[in-house]
């Protein structure tokens, strides 16, 4: 979603802040904006669409060599991604950039405009930045101002401000929204993430949520609500958190399908001693997973079907039930939680503003939370009672894959880990699994991923339709929900996934002659009556892609992809792959923006 940066230090900064805001394309933006001060005021520069527009503007504008500027790149919510409502909004003294959501925004216009100020924009942030204009006239000290003004706004908001009279200082405010503070030799920034910090950042401080900061060129400083200072928690900045070179790769969707075999070692390594699982590093209270008698699941898109992928394991190995909702319905749903019961929330980002919210409402009911996250220090990974971290390395293209094979490969140790603490399987067996999962899944994987001139093959008839379905059985069902969400989002095909079984009652009637039908069968206990399914469809004129290892029935696929020889628990993952393939050569074919589909965003921050 929207992204922020701001730097003030010792050098001129808007290509600084124009380099940032390339960074933080991937976040899914629609219009870009600065903010530049210096001893004449303020110079305000936006654009609609790309970053490059900006930039463009910028150079036939000639903007001033300011050393102190905030900019940003917009994901509309109020008002359409037009100039007028792009950041930054400009109200009397105050310059103000925002990533979230003010709830109560017209409540706020109604009392500004009694006050005598008007509004040019459409957006909520602008009521924000009038209020803090007016705090900080009535008392001239920015902290104030922005702590009165945080005390009347209702949401989730990250801020950078500037106050015109307050050359070289910037201000965040972090209110359910992620903002970070990088540190440097005579220049500090703020920004939604670490990839928009420049290569001599070498520090970062995740704020803490419900904080205020002040910046300066030579440091900062943290603040409560109640403007109590506050410890800094500072952060080395690692290469890899900042990492986001497409390294020779066309596309970044492409580049973090190729390194799926590589984090799925690195993340499963970290997790076995010995050759079992062991999750001690995740400072998971084994005393609670052993009492488990049913298992909560929260996450969205693509984490959620990693999480019905846990779901099936674990119901398999543990016998428990496991109830998976999707955090947007989990929060608001009362949620019935058991006795030894706990919640699961997934999240790549850990900044999904619905899956934190499920995981406070659970925090709040007394209720123990395990967090699978992707980005460290994020929101999810400080609040969650326990973290397992995957290490899949960043992920920057709008559609989730590496982060969702890594996820998978993860839960189904982690199913392993939760069967073997309660004797559900013996250790043999455990050793066996563990050695699949760390050593064949990633060979397997690579061996996918060397064939993928043959799933770009099988694209060429795909691409050109409009519409498509998956079907499945049992696991599958899961990694074909998974495989129409890439394939929706990043080549705009309507595909629909279905449990294979269910379609002959009311889809079927939407079968007809050329229709794409994605296969998945890798389980042998359900390949017949799958291959039941794909004969009906195939019967009706459907063209049927069937992913499958090669000795599974075929009859009826027109296209097939074969998976490699592998131990059944791994072929769902493998097909998975294939299927992120689909998607990505589909949407090549198609001319999509692969990397940064329409309307969506990276990190869904708001609700
Ligand atoms: C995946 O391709 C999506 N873009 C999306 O569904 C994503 O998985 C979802 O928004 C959840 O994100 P998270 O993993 O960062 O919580």
Redesign the pocket.
């Known amino acids: 979603m929207c992204g922020i940066i701001g730097y003030t230090g010792k050098s001129p900064c808007k290509n600084i802040l124009l380099s940032g805001l390339y960074a933080l394309e991937y976040r899914g933006y629609d219009s870009a904006g600065m903010a530049l001060l210096d001893n004449k005021g303020f110079t305000i520069i936006k654009s609609r669409g790309e970053v490059s527009r900006l930039e463009e503007k910028m150079r036939a504008f000639h903007a001033p060599e300011s050393s102190c500027g905030i900019a940003h790149t917009r994901w509309a919510t109020h008002g359409e991604p037009g100039e007028r409502n792009a950041h930054p909004h400009v109200v009397g003294k105050t310059a103000l950039v925002h990533n979230g959501i003010i709830e109560n925004f017209k409540e706020i216009h109604e009392l500004l405009l009694s006050k005598g100020y008007v509004f040019a924009s459409e957006t909520d942030t602008e009521a924000a930045a009038a209020l803090i204009d007016l705090y900080y006239s009535e008392t001239g000290e920015p902290l104030s101002a922005l702590s009165l003004a945080c005390e009347k706004l209702c949401g989730s908001f990250a801020f950078a401000v500037m106050f015109e009279d307050r050359e070289g200082e910037l201000y965040g405010v972090r209110v359910g929204s992620p903002l970070l503070i990088g540190a440097g030799d005579g220049e500090s920034l703020l920004a939604s993430d670490t990839a928009a910090f420049p290569a001599n950042i070498d520090r970062y401080i995740a704020m803490e949520d419900g904080g205020i900061s002040r910046i300066f060129r030579d440091g900062f400083q943290l603040f409560d609500m109640s403007l109590s200072e506050i410890k800094a928690n500072e952060q080395p900045l690692t290469q890899i958190s900042r990492n986001t070179h497409k390294d020779g790769y066309e596309h970044f969707m492409r580049k973090e399908i190729h390194e799926e075999a590589a984090a799925v070692l690195k993340t499963l390594a970290a997790y076995i001693k010995n050759g079992l699982p062991d999750f001690s590093a995740s400072g998971v209270d084994t005393s609670i997973l052993k009492r488990l008698s049913s298992l909560h699941i929260a ?5 959620m079907h990693a999480g019905l992928f846990a779901k099936f394991l674990i119901e398999k190995f543990l016998r428990i039930p496991v109830f998976a909702e999707v955090a947007s319905e989990f929060r608001y749903k009362e949620p019935i939680f058991e006795e030894n019961t706990a919640l699961l929330v ?4 850990g ?2 503003a619905d ?1 934190l919210a499920a995981l406070r409402l659970a925090k709040e009911r007394g209720i123990y939370s395990i967090a699978v996250v992707n980005v460290p220090s994020s929101s999810i990974a400080r609040e969650a009672d326990a973290v397992i971290y995957t290490h899949a390395g960043r992920e920057v293209s ?3 894959t590496k ?1 969702y094979t890594v996820q998978t490969a993860l839960l189904s140790l982690f199913a392993l880990h939760l069967g073997l603490l309660r004797g559900n399987i013996c250790e043999s067996e455990a050793q066996k699994f563990c050695f699949s999962l760390s050593r064949e899944l990633p060979e397997k994987i690579d061996e996918v991923i060397a064939r993928e001139d043959e799933v770009r093959a099988l694209c060429l008839s795909l691409s050109q339709k409009e519409s498509a379905f998956f079907i499945g059985r049992g696991v599958d069902a899961h990694i074909c929900a998974e495989g129409a ?2 394939l929706k ?1 990043v080549s705009y095909i309507n595909a629909q996934a279905y449990p294979a079984g269910e379609l002959k009652h009311g889809t079927i009637s939407l079968i007809c002659k050329g229709l794409p039908v994605i296969a998945v069968s890798t389980q042998l206990s359900t390949a017949e009556k799958t291959a039941a399914n794909i004969r009906e469809v195939a019967a009706r004129g459907a063209d049927v892609y069937l992913v499958a290892p090669a000795d599974f029935p075929q009859d009826g696929a027109k296209y097939i992809f074969s998976l490699p020889k592998a131990t059944e628990p791994l072929l769902p993952i493998l097909a998975a792959t294939v299927t992120q393939l689909l998607a990505y050569h589909a949407a090549l074919l198609r001319g999509c923006n692969v990397d940064k589909p329409r309307n ?1 965003a ?3 921050t708001v609700e």
Do not use: D, F, Y
């Open positions: 996450a969205c898109g693509t984490a997934i999240s790549q980002s900044e999904t899956t709008v559609a989730s982060a969400l890439k989002e969506l990276k990190s869904v």
